[in-house]
């Protein structure tokens, strides 16, 4: 089975939260962020620059940052675009990332769903005209926009009563997810077609990786059994990872080890994004050839101390060995993370790049 190496040992990625944006720098996250042609340029060449004015030294960021064509989030991690393009309603604020408001579909709402025309759909279509503008100035585009995950796009439209379903409407659950994921098919390629990548503001990892990966966000897996997994979304994953290799899985929550058995069937897959908390040596286990992304947690980022960072980050890269087959991340630090919490990521890794190998 093929898999891929980090193009560098042991790459590096931080993302900060909205809130951190916002009250350090006065970055606004309402909708102009994501759909204006000079506020989605300008906000990024901002952050790029702040980036470096702050952490340049341990290589985040761009000197003299110039204005580049970014179509979407690459310095957050969110996705609202497929949700939306079925009919959720999307909340913007100026501290945070948009809010996918659950549509709460019926029983008959559902068997009458299909996939949406997205070239049609309202906010859709202002992706594509900001995309037209932006390639028009420019002369090409970077950068992508999340598309969500399976089961994560399946609660916004169904809700909470999809975890019945599971039990007393399988038929239901696989009409919705045959929907979601024709459509999630459709506007990965159409995105990598436009930009070259899809998953950049899914994690930042994959620009250490392969930027071409696309990036799968099951964060709301956490929520269920492996048996629920494989039986109903693992024949999905399987189909995702083979439409759309190079694939990886995203897995924010703090069990993967519960799901590692399913995941491992996924033979296509490359990448797996191990949420904090998660049994590291038991994914291994089930996953010995494939790359992990371990993920820090945001929260001690903001709470411990530098050396308890380092003591946490030695026993994840202790664990997830070989050292080959292992990126670093920590996303969504908030306001009031320390500098020195975050440098202490980047100075562990070094230090292994040059003796822990």
């Known amino acids: 089975m093929q898999t891929l190496r980090p193009k560098e040992f042991l790459p590096v990625e931080v993302v900060f939260h909205a809130n951190w944006w916002h009250k350090n720098y006065g970055i606004s996250f309402g909708r102009d ?8 340029v300008e906000s990024e060449r901002r952050m790029r620059q702040a980036l470096y004015e702050r952490f340049g030294d341990i290589g985040l960021g761009e000197k003299d940052a110039k204005p580049r064509p970014v179509v979407g989030p690459v310095h957050l991690a969110c996705g ?7 009919g959720c309603q999307i909340e913007f604020f100026k501290d945070a990332t948009p809010e996918v408001k659950t549509l709460g579909l019926s029983d008959d709402d559902i068997l009458r769903l299909e996939p949406p025309d997205l070239a049609n759909s309202p906010i859709v279509s202002d992706l594509i005209s900001l995309m037209d503008k932006l390639q028009e100035e420019y002369g090409y585009l970077e950068g992508d926009i999340g598309w969500d995950g399976l089961q994560n796009t399946a609660l916004y439209l169904r809700g909470c009563q999809l975890f019945l379903d599971y039990y007393d409407n399988p038929r239901l659950v696989r009409r919705l ?3 979601i994921v024709e459509t999630q098919i459709e506007f990965v390629r159409y995105i990598r077609k436009r930009t070259g990548t899809s998953s950049i503001s899914i994690n930042r990892i994959v620009l250490g990786i392969d930027p071409t990966i696309n990036l799968h966000s099951n964060c709301t897996v956490q929520m269920i059994s492996n048996t629920t997994y494989e039986e109903y979304l693992l024949k ?5 990872a ?7 899985i995203h897995h924010c929550g703090n069990n993967m080890h519960a799901v590692a058995p399913g995941y491992s069937k996924v033979e296509d897959a490359i990448l797996f ?24 947690s945001p929260i001690r980022m903001m709470t411990a101390t530098p050396d308890q960072i380092e003591a946490d980050l030695v026993d994840l890269l202790e664990k997830a060995r070989p050292l080959d087959k292992v990126a670093i991340c920590c996303i969504n630090m908030d306001y009031g993370t320390p500098d020195e919490n975050v440098r202490k990521i980047f100075e562990v890794a070094e230090c292994y790049r040059r003796y822990g190998a």
Do not use: N, T
């Not at 291994?284 to 371990?294: G, Q």
């Open 177 to 179: 997810l045959d929907v």
């Open 33 to 40: 962020f994501f759909f204006d042609p000079k506020v989605r």
């Open 236 to 240: 999905y994953e399987k189909r995702l």
């Open 242 to 248: 083979q439409e759309l290799f190079p694939y990886g």
């Open 80 to 86: 609202f675009i497929i949700p939306a393009a079925f």
């Open 273 to 296: 994004d191990v949420g904090w908390g998660s049994d590291v040596e038991v994914c291994r286990k089930f996953l010995p050839d494939k790359i992990f992304s371990i993920r820090l």
